[in-house]
């Protein structure tokens, strides 16, 4: 999961240009990545994962969407 992610953080949207871009680069680190069609099995398999990470992501950049003083009330202290 987390190669596929740092694949698309280096502008590698497909999984197939991800994992080439992992291999070329980072081969060293990962001696055991599987080569593409398991690799890409193995990435449908997240498939579930990927939804439910970008529903947390989505739903934190929800949050800083509010202004900011609705999300630094949260953090008020009463001035009794």
Not at 11 to 22: A, S, T
Not at 27 to 47: S, T
Not at 50 to 79: C, D, H
Request: aromatic share 14%; net charge positive; glycine share 6%.
């Amino acid at each position: 999961m987390t190669i596929l992610i740092w694949g698309i953080a280096n502008q590698k949207f497909e999984v197939k240009r991800c994992h080439e871009f992992i291999m070329d680069y980072y081969g060293d680190w990962f001696p055991k990545l599987p080569k593409y069609k398991a690799f890409n099995k193995r990435i449908h398999l997240l498939a579930d994962a990927f939804k439910a990470l970008a529903g947390v992501l989505l739903g934190r950049l929800g949050a800083l969407k509010r202004p900011i003083s609705k999300r630094l009330r949260r953090f008020a202290l009463p001035l009794d």
